[in-house]
């Protein structure tokens, strides 16, 4: 897209390519940027997958999460996780499909697919007024306590790196991807 | 804000708040302030954003075109908005590719740039009100339209070189809830890019102040604000926005995942609920969008469904984008209600709340909730939004 | 205001000014403000107008792509800016008419509507500096875009009748100055309009609240803001705005009047004074524009005007309007001079300085000057104006 | 532009019109805004044209503008029209080409095609200060001491509505009409 004309003043009138993509006829690198180190991305890859790829080492257990739990997270999700005034953490008639009337609210022992979720979330996001406070332990130790209240896991259960990505959450069978594609059927 | 006001003869159109101001008698007596710095509106004029503590909604009804003025961009965050330093600013790519890069601000801005006027919407945007007390800005108001300026997703994507197992990536924001949404790699290099600026300048700190993802035509969620990482892996991470957020209840208690796409849908803006109207003609307009491409047609009925005719669209009628619709009516004064409905280029009927409920099951509302909003006219030319049920 | 920072290794791109403002060291540990009802600017971002006492001139060189803040339209007026009470404003349109009326801005707003993204320009819009020390924001600030939606004239004027006479019509706003300027009918009928809108809010004081006249592609001030009577004739008014200004001395002692069409301009935003760049890519870019309709191509020199490349340009390419433009070019280091040049769908091509002197006699700036703006890239990457004499 | 499709959800793609001009189809009157009165019109209408139109009753002289001229208008235009701060209004090369390097003030004198203009502009405009301050008379006085500084009307010359259109001004035969078209031409 870089044709060259020698006119000075040419008079032609020819439609010009528009920018609707980046081109193939560009280097293969700018050179702007810098590498990143495994140092560097270590500080910020906190992430974990339903494979338990970026779990800490550690573990916890339901009794030290309830300890935690009532210290830390009570206040907003309630006594019992079913409380309130923030998001309700336990499933109440976990036998209840979910989004029906009877049980609008969407909860970790009914709606959660992954139980990894648990520890990444609260792990990057939770106590909501000190996100990133906790340590890997308390997460472990919460995940197991959460998981516990909804009737997963046993409450003599202990959540570690091994154990918890071998967790079969409740709600996992109901996922199915989108399947709307435009057109005329409504889904 | 733009409020209604009801004259003598009751016309009733768009019109802005007087004020006890310091006006002069004849303003071609006195001589007004000199050029600026910066311009302001004018104190007749206070557009507003609707606050909750979760988002803040676009006042539709108070717009005129297909911008939105970035200060009444709509706000959806889960941790609030962070402050970011752009000079601290740094991007990190990672994962399954050839070179881990980090870029800076400086860095990202010097790439090829590429510019796009498109609509964001969150995927949340459906409100409704039993007494049908509710304007577009509370029914829809979390969609907003800006020109977004940043590199293509493609190019930063050559220069670290991604792997051929690479199919999916992780967006992770530096707010404090350090957000993160798993996006196929193919979203990507299709259309995705790394937007700094917005309406002209520099993105503003509650569209994600330095940089963020943009992801045309898809759930807001998914654009990333703040973003400070991106990690290619081969599958996707089932962060919670994914798995107990923006998924859906759907048929025989499935619950649908990964539902990007934003269906098309229109918003008739006037007239409409607080408004008041008067017998003659009336100009209907509103906006019509679609995540799947552009907007072919746009039908109103004034007929309460009856029949359909087909409004006018603004051009430019650009892909996934807001796109301005007005329809010119007579009315005589009866007691009718009034709708639109958005069709897009893949032949995509926008449906109406029983066609939604019949296709999904009883979950009413929730995320990707796109019905045809229908107003009611009443006798008195009050104009009410027709509760769905 | 975005300024231009020399980092360790030299990269110097547009960024932002640092400030000694209270920011968390990490951003993700710590909630940030809630939804609010406006948003503002990052407090790292200070764009600013220029302002002299008569006008104000937009930071082209900080912007990104083609949309202008409305609190960054250049501003040009003659008598300061006025405070219109919205409600007590009135529109007569009288003269060669069958009915002579006046419009409420509520009943402008009732009539079907249009909008158009279209630049405005001044056509003063030339400034240079003898030491090349000139930002593009002080050389050709004077123009600004944005999306204007109000009432075409065409339906206004069949709304009082225009006789078959009436051949020009004077536009008068109540600013101080009580700003006149004659029109043909005929432009008013192609694609005039008074624009109520800019940017989907309510137009700003600067730019004509609550309502001016727009004339696409037409020198700005034709475009009589702050818009209060029109009167239709069947020969121009011959006002002071339209003969002591904003003509042009030409050949042969004689003096250019009606010169309403803003010829075809480009020029670079991208890199320019103060900007110092370093050697390797480099993406030039720039806004071009032209009054007679779209820009069909944009050349860029990067050796002193002896080769010309084709530069990308940004979709959608527009009708009158600022059309971005960039080029991919990868500096050696060596001194040489970059440049651009508009061609308009007329086949008309931008003029060099000399171009322009030669076809009008010796008055070198004025009115309608659009010559070819050269940037001088020095050895040690510094970017100067290279001053036209 | 208004088709009536019956199909309660239609599958055809069907490009719709765009607005680009107000319709013909549209009814010749929306029947919005109020008729304008003569009297509300005569406030507004001040404009005057090279033919006279819209001059009031009323004149002034060169001696009575000079002093208006002195109170009013000498402190931004200067003691003779000449020296500033604002707009030099009288021509000090009269002979000289308007716009060459050694004239490059453009005056009333060698600029201004109408005299009716000026009429027109000090009327609505000035004092810069207090614009739409002036009397008639003294607008009409403003006129002839202005002219006359410019060497344009007579030391004795009385302006009103019959002799103003007939001055003529210097500069008018200079005037010509934009002749750029668009185009490979540069003009
Ligand atoms: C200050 C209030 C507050 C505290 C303390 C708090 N949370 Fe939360 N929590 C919230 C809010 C608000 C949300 C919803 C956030 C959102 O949707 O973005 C939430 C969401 C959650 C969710 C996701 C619920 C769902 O169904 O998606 C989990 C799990 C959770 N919190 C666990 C915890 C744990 C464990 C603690 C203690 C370590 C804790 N929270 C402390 C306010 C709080
Ligand atoms: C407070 C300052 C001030 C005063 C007092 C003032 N003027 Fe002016 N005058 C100006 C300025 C500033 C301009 C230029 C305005 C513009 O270009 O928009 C101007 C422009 C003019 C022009 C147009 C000059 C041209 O070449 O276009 C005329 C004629 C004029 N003034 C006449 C008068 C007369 C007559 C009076 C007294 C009744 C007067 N002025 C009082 C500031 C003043
Ligand atoms: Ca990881
Ligand atoms: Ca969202
Ligand atoms: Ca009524
Ligand atoms: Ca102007
Ligand atoms: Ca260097
Ligand atoms: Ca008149
Ligand atoms: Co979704
Ligand atoms: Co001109």
């Known amino acids: ?187 | 804000a733009v409020v209604l006001v009801q004259t003598a003869v009751g016309k009733t159109v768009q019109a802005a708040i007087p004020e006890a101001a310091v006006i002069p008698d004849d303003p071609t007596k006195k001589q007004g302030p000199l050029p600026s710095e910066l311009g302001t509106r004018s104190a007749y004029e206070k557009p507003v954003r609707k606050p909750s503590d979760t988002s803040s909604r676009t006042p539709l009804q108070d717009l005129y075109g297909t911008i939105t003025p970035a200060d009444l961009h709509y706000e959806r965050h889960h941790g609030g908005v962070p402050t970011i330093n752009p000079e601290e600013y740094e991007l990190y790519i990672h994962g399954l590719v050839e070179k881990p890069m980090k870029f800076t601000l400086s860095d990202l801005k010097r790439f090829p740039a590429f510019s796009r006027i498109c609509f964001l919407e969150c995927s949340g945007n459906f409100r409704s009100n039993p007494a049908g007390k509710i304007t577009p800005q509370e029914i829809a108001g979390l969609t907003s339209q800006s020109e977004w300026t940043g590199v293509l997703l493609s190019t930063l994507f050559r220069e670290v070189g991604i792997k051929p197992n690479a199919t999916w990536f992780l967006a992770e924001g530096s707010d404090a809830a350090v957000m993160t949404r798993s996006i196929p790699v193919k979203k990507g290099l299709q259309d995705g890019m790394i937007a700094y600026a917005q309406n002209g300048e520099a993105i503003r700190p509650e569209q994600g102040y330095p940089a963020r993802l943009f992801l045309p035509g898809w759930e807001g969620n998914t654009s990333v604000k703040w973003l400070r990482r991106i990690e290619f892996s081969d599958a996707p991470f089932m962060t919670r926005e994914e798995t107990s957020k923006y998924t859906e209840p759907v048929k025989d208690g499935k619950i649908r995942q990964f539902s990007f796409d934003m269906d098309a849908r229109s918003i008739i803006t006037f007239p409409t609920y607080p408004v008041q109207v008067e017998k003659g003609w009336i100009e209907i307009r509103g906006i019509a969008w679609s995540g799947r491409g552009k907007i072919t047609k746009v039908e109103v009925s004034t007929d309460a469904g009856k029949t359909w005719q087909l409004a006018r669209l603004q051009d430019p009628v650009l892909d996934k984008a807001h796109t301005y619709f007005r329809h010119l009516w007579q009315w005589n004064g009866t007691e009718t209600e009034i709708m639109s409905r958005a069709v897009d280029e893949t032949g995509y009927t926008q449906p109406t709340f029983n066609q939604l409920v019949a296709a999904r099951g009883d979950n009413k509302g929730g995320y990707h909730f796109n019905p045809i909003t229908t107003w009611l006219i009443q006798w008195d030319g009050q104009v009410l939004n027709k509760p769905d049920k």
Chains 1, 4 share one sequence.
């Open chain 1, 1 to 187: 897209s870089q044709t060259t004309s020698k006119s000075s003043a040419s008079s032609l009138i020819s439609a010009a390519p528009v920018t609707k993509a980046d081109s193939p006829e560009w280097p293969s690198t700018f050179g702007f940027g810098k590498p990143a180190t495994p140092q560097e991305i270590a500080l910020l890859d906190i992430d974990v997958r339903p494979d338990g790829k970026g779990l800490p080492s550690g573990s916890g257990t339901v009794l030290a999460g309830k300890a935690v739990y009532a210290v830390k997270c009570a206040a907003c999700h309630g006594k019992t996780g079913v409380e309130g005034p923030n998001n309700r953490l336990v499933s109440v008639a976990e036998n209840e499909a979910a989004g029906t009337e009877s049980n609008k609210e969407k909860t970790i022992g009914n709606y959660w697919p992954y139980a990894t979720t648990l520890f990444d979330y609260i792990r990057r996001a939770m106590p909501f007024n000190a996100p990133g406070s906790l340590t890997n332990e308390e997460v472990y130790a919460l995940t197991a306590f959460l998981l516990n209240a909804n009737k997963i896991i046993p409450a003599e259960a202990s959540i570690n790196a091994e154990t918890l990505p071998k967790v079969v959450m409740p709600a996992q069978k109901l996922f199915v991807p989108d399947d709307r594609k435009g057109g005329p059927e409504i889904r």
